[in-house]
Nanobody
Framework: QVQLVESGGGLVQAGGSLRLSCAASGSIFRSNAMAWYRQAPGKQRELVAVINSGGSTNYAEPVKGRFTISRDNAENTVYLQMNSLKPEDTAVYYC??????????????WGQGTQVTVSS
């Protein structure tokens, strides 16, 4: 069964750092781009960062320069290093496996989500 298992969320003060991890089954990891999304209370889920199988990355404007997405192909794991965290980064963060469709993405698998809370 294909699974994405996330870890690393928690409570941190503004200006602090967290690293999220997402372990994936091998088949889905090799054939998909991997991404992190987030959903804050009362808001729509939004794409935070994506990394394709070749290692190219893209970031949402609010996190550029603060967050870094990376993947370890040997461990089938994708990471999100979050630095200089702000209260507005508070959200449930979801790992996703996805493929490109035209100018967008089709998510084939979601993780269960991990809570990130940034206190001011």
């Amino acid at each position: 069964q294909v699974q994405l298992v996330e870890s690393g969320g928690g409570l941190v003060q503004a200006g602090g750092s967290l690293r999220l991890s997402c372990a994936a089954s091998g088949s889905i990891f090799r054939s998909n781009a991997m991404a992190w999304y987030r959903q804050a209370p009362g808001k729509q889920r939004e794409l935070v960062a994506v990394i394709n199988s070749g290692g190219s990355t893209n970031y949402a404007e609010p996190v550029k320069g603060r967050f870094t997405i990376s993947r370890d192909n040997a461990e089938n794991t994708v990471y999100l290093q979050m630095n200089s965290l702000k209260p507005e980064d508070t959200a449930v963060y979801y790992c996703a496996a996805q493929i490109g469709i035209g100018s967008g993405w089709l998510v084939s698998k979601w993780g269960q989500g991990t809570q990130v809370t940034v206190s001011s």
